[in-house]
């Protein structure tokens, strides 16, 4: 396999060729990487007519890629992107160790806290590090991705020395045409997507309204402040940093959005399960750890694992219902 | 009018001839006091027709009553029974003065905390006290009462010096076959009924289920414990006295209910106004006064009005919609 020396282009993995994976690794692999992407119900598809993606930073049609729908066919790789939902993690100790190499960066590009601190005690000799999405992306169809806006990542180490390795995929994403910057807290700058999602993903699907009746509800308004206030708590006592000043910012920039549908109401929607383990619980958990008790987050969490069990036992009584 | 003599026998007002009032009104009427009630939408059926209880302690038929659509037809009575949901509580500063004598009972039949203080504020020449009634009733139709169960009512007194009179209207409905005790701190009473009402009527209306599936989700079920937790902490805060024990005793008894609709589940279906200020509001503001944040029940609180507003705001849109 190649060594991640100066000169040579990284080679790039992508674990899970959904709405997220699929976006990024395309733009790379137009860019001239060389990827291998791991996809599940349309691997064969995508083999025969390749990747679609639509997207408002220019359309990407790519006939053919390295399309796996096992990672033991795959080679090992210098940057496995792992685009998995959260809700897919207790399959990364099977499907993760053909991709690896010593040095190999596992990138989480997911939602959610504790991933990193997973992956890092299960392959000590891989370097862990977190990519977050600021990404509108969804998957319309078999090899085919809808990108509607956005989609800056903020990338972070996780493990020690990777500085430079990190640097060096920021430099691969934006010389593909993906907005990348370099965040030097990726522990805070988890727990600042979190002050948006806790709170978003959670009453959007508990209330079953997109964020723009979240927001115009007085008592719901005040509901997200008290639960991003809880959350910027929970980030101190677990040592962070977050600047009580960001919820006011944070609902601002969501009262100038469009009606927005969270990514876990899309899931519910759908009858996917709920990332309510990374998005919720760990958080809920880490501050208990460190003294501080999240009690609307962890009420929330419990809320949303009953709707979670309810909404897809219903699916599966459909389904069976359909199949009789 | 009447004074309130050992002698004479107690007349009764019934606000509100629905679920409670037409059933204990009934029950009253039946065993010999004068009753006045006040009715709303059927006064004039009921005027014509009577009064129909369907009961498992026995139909009662009562072809004349005492019915009025405004107080102001009302004689003043020893006992007012405001058997109003609590929602309507604003009407009574302008329903009860024609009702009230000099030493009236105002004997407030409601779930949730705080109205026998502003009652007391309100007319201080009146006495108040709270009935706490354990009842599965609802109105069927028209001057038409159908009780499934229970009924036992706790009586309590707020005002002091109406220990007497309060124990005679103990006797009235024990004597008319409701099974009916006094509590001697209506404070904690009111707190205890609370315990259950606030996950439960919450929680049914959230999540959407009754009480039967809130308890067979480990996440749901521990959060009916958390917040049960937090409001016997909060009457605590308070100075309340309920036992810790209490919580798995009611959990308990839930447990062998059969599946059961909380009467804020009942009023989110028809689309009718929730109970959320009495039962959840003046709980989460009166543990704060005493230094105590009830967290989880104020974001159930936020939770509930969002969705009180979202439903009747769509059922004013259905009905404008039949109405084109």
């Known amino acids: 396999m190649a060594t991640t020396s100066r000169k040579d282009s990284l080679t790039y993995a992508i674990v899970g060729t959904g709405a997220v994976g699929g976006l990024y690794g395309a733009c790379l692999q137009k860019a001239g990487h060389t990827v291998h992407f791991l996809a599940h119900s349309d691997a064969e598809y995508i083999a025969q007519h390749g990747l679609e993606v639509e997207s408002p930073w220019g359309d990407i049609s790519l006939p053919q890629v ?25 399959l990364l100790p099977r499907l993760l160790p053909p991709l690896l190499h010593p040095g190999t960066v596992i990138l989480l590009m997911q939602n959610g806290l504790g991933a990193e601190e997973e992956m890092a005690a299960l392959f ?30 903020l990338l972070g180490a996780h493990s020690n020395g990777m500085q430079d390795l990190i640097n060096r995929i920021r430099s691969d ?11 030097p807290s990726l522990f805070d700058a988890r727990w600042r997507k979190l002050v948006w999602n806790i709170p978003y993903n959670g009453l ?29 708590l929970g980030n101190h ?19 100038r ?68």
């Open 66 to 90: 390295h399309v796996y729908s096992r990672t033991n066919d795959m080679p090992a790789c210098d940057v496995v992107c792992v685009c998995l939902k959260s809700t897919m993690n207790h």
């Open 124 to 153: 000590p000799s891989a370097l862990v590090a977190g990519g977050l999405c600021y990404v509108a992306s969804n998957k319309a169809g078999p090899g085919h991705i809808r990108h509607i806006g956005e989609g800056n990542v």
């Open 173 to 183: 994403f934006t010389a593909a045409g993906v907005p990348c910057t370099v965040d």
């Open 204 to 232: 959007s699907v508990v209330l079953n309204v997109e964020t723009d009746r979240i927001m115009a509800h007085p008592s719901s308004r005040a509901l997200v402040a008290d639960i991003m206030k809880e959350v910027v």
């Open 237 to 255: 006592a677990c040592g962070g940093t977050i600047e009580e000043g960001y919820i006011a910012e944070l609902m601002a920039v969501t009262d």
């Open 257 to 324: 959005l469009k009606p927005y549908s969270p990514s876990m109401k899309l899931d519910y929607e759908a009858a996917r399960p709920l990332e309510v383990e990374y998005i919720h619980r760990r958080p809920v958990a880490a501050a208990r750890a460190a003294g501080f008790e999240m009690a609307r987050v962890e009420a929330l969490a419990a809320e949303l694992e009953f709707l979670d069990a309810q909404r897809r036992g219903e699916f599966a009584a459909d389904r069976k219902t359909l199949n009789n």
